[in-house]
Nanobody, 118 residues
Framework: QVQLVESGGGLVQAGGSLRLSCVASGSSFSFNHMGWYRQAPGKQRDLVARISSGGRTTYADSVKGRFTLSRENAENTVYLQMNSLKPEDTAVYFC????????????WGQGTQVTVSS
């Protein structure tokens, strides 16, 4: 059974940095895509960034130039380096792994809270 375990969330002042990690276990193959979504209170869950197994990255416009997503394919691990954090980045951040292998798959972590104080 695939499990995604996130770590690295916390409380930081505006302008600070955090690094989120997501480690997947229980998979015998490299996921097509891994990435991060976030959900603020009362809002929908939105894409922050994702990366393909080939290294192609996609970022939300709101985080371009501030966040960097990287991946270790062999370990099915992704890291989200978040710099110049803003109060509006406050949300629960969820790790995601998705793709197609004998059918679609879509796995989620339990989420980690990121709070940016002004």
């Amino acid at each position: 059974q695939v499990q995604l375990v996130e770590s690295g969330g916390g409380l930081v002042q505006a302008g600070g940095s955090l690094r989120l990690s997501c480690v997947a276990s229980g998979s015998s193959f490299s996921f097509n895509h891994m990435g991060w979504y976030r959900q603020a209170p009362g809002k929908q869950r939105d894409l922050v960034a994702r990366i393909s197994s080939g290294g192609r990255t996609t970022y939300a416009d709101s985080v371009k130039g501030r966040f960097t997503l990287s991946r270790e394919n062999a370990e099915n691990t992704v890291y989200l380096q978040m710099n110049s954090l803003k109060p509006e980045d406050t949300a629960v951040y969820f790790c995601n792994a998705a793709g197609i292998r004998f059918g679609k798959y879509d796995y989620w972590g339990q989420g980690t809270q990121v709070t940016v104080s002004s």
